[in-house]
């Protein structure tokens, strides 16, 4: 049976859920669009017709909602019969949206973890913060919520899943390494939301070493890779999502996040953050007004979604998990590489809301055909990992293995 699905946010990133969503809309049935802003959701509506992207006929409409607004959520869930939410919205309105979908039955699906305007990088792990609180609730209800079901986190989840299952007896160590190769030709500018991005990077960095949190600052640990197509790339030991809940799902491992970075964007960023403009506390300006310097940077950046059309490159996205295998040591690198021009010729949007934006629809793809139905509260290492690489592979990032010198598809080994 078709589940239909709401789509919360009109950023980047819901544009290619969006039209991945309507080229599977056979399994997804009826389409629905929302955010504070109805003509961004109509202006994602009309870039699905222009390249004719519905797999068959049917419902693809766009909603004025405030997702912060629990209640106006589930009437929405409620108006459009929606059995499937996919929420690539803000972090901030995470546990309004989540609430919501207890509230009416509907399964739940996010990118990210939740997080509070007021607060980064708050004690450590991340998702007992907000999400994890509700975890009994939907098992009790019944309700399916899949956490963090974008790349990283998502994606990598998996990868770790898969590494430890099939090449592993017991896992030492979990690196995830997230290397954008690509180039978008202005002086500065994020590839997601800037708020959320600079908010990952001025707090602490927390990672799980030797079963226990470890604290770094940003920038302090940095490593060259040497990875499949993108080459020797140097990246930088960051806080991020899915460090959290691999934490708890494999104690015993080591779990770091790596993101590379060129000089020119640590020498603006650290400028930034030297002069205070990345806080997120309000200052009051000379003449009276009160501004929130992260606010105000964010409005003088380019809009990541504008970055596009002239967006060239590859990401290359993986996990290196080490462990022992038959009482040996042993590693293995499971990654995918996506390119920015064709993630625009595709969807209209650069590689990395690409690489966000496919997960989440196939988490809905398996939810609508049961694999993943889990009728409670799980994060993506927690399910079986074999049918969202098939449905990856299938509608845009296949998953390859690099193992004792051979490279090849995942389901080769």
């Known amino acids: 049976m078709k589940k239909n699905v709401l789509i919360i946010g009109a950023g980047g990133v819901a544009q290619v859920v969006t039209h991945k969503c ?15 802003t109805v003509s961004k959701c109509q202006a994602i509506i009309d870039s699905v017709h222009a390249k004719n992207a519905m797999k068959v006929d049917g419902k693809l409409e766009a909603h004025q909602v405030d997702a912060m607004d629990t209640p ?10 929606t059995q499937i939410v996919i929420n690539v919205g803000s972090a901030f309105v995470n546990k309004y949206v989540l609430d919501a979908c207890i509230e009416t039955g509907a399964a739940y699906i996010d ?18 913060n907000y999400e994890w609180k509700k975890r009994d609730l939907c098992a009790e209800k019944g309700v399916t919520a899949i956490l963090g ?3 990283d986190p998502g994606v990598v989840n998996a990868y770790a899943r898969f590494a430890a299952d099939e090449f592993m007896d017991k896992v030492k160590s979990i690196d995830i390494v997230d290397i954008n190769a690509g180039s978008h030709g202005k002086y500065f500018a994020t590839n997601f939301d ?3 991005n600079f908010r990952e990077f001025t707090g602490v960095v927390y990672s799980w070493q030797e079963g226990e949190w470890k604290e770094n600052k940003m920038f302090e640990i940095g490593r060259d890779w040497d990875l499949p197509v993108v080459g020797k790339q140097r990246a930088y030991m960051s806080g991020h999502d899915e460090v959290h809940s691999l934490a708890a799902n494999y104690p015993d491992a080591d779990v770091r996040f790596w993101m590379g970075f060129g000089d020119h964007y640590i020498n603006v960023f650290t400028v ?25 940077v964010k409005a003088v950046l380019p809009d990541p979604s504008s970055l596009a059309p002239n967006y060239t490159g590859k990401t290359c996205i993986g996990d290196l998990v080490k462990g022992i295998k038959d009482g040996e040591e042993t590693e293995v690198f499971v990654y995918n590489v996506a390119d920015h021009k064709e993630a ?31 009728k409670t509260m799980k994060n993506v290492e927690e399910l079986d990992p074999k049918p969202f690489f098939t449905i990856l592979d299938q509608i845009g990032l296949p998953t390859r293995v690099e193992f004792k010198g051979d490279d090849k598809p995942w389901n080769e080994w």
């Open 272 to 296: 930034l953050k030297s002069l205070g403009l990345l806080s997120e506390h309000p200052v009051t300006t000379a003449e009276g007004l009160e501004v929130v310097p992260l606010k105000v």
């Open 72 to 81: 106006a959520v589930a009437d929405l869930i409620r108006k459009t019969d």
């Open 194 to 196: 800037p708020e959320i």
């Open 22 to 36: 309507a080229q599977n809309n056979d399994v997804l049935g009826d389409i629905h669009i929302a955010s504070r």
């Open 111 to 128: 990118t990210a973890i939740h997080e509070e305007p007021d607060k980064i990088c708050e004690t450590p792990p991340w998702y007992a």
């Open 344 to 374: 625009y010729e595709e969807v209209g949007s650069q590689g990395i809301s690409y690489t966000a934006g496919v997960p989440p629809v196939a988490a809905a793809m398996l939810i609508a055909g049961g694999e993943w139905d889990a």
């Open 149 to 151: 079901a974008g790349f």
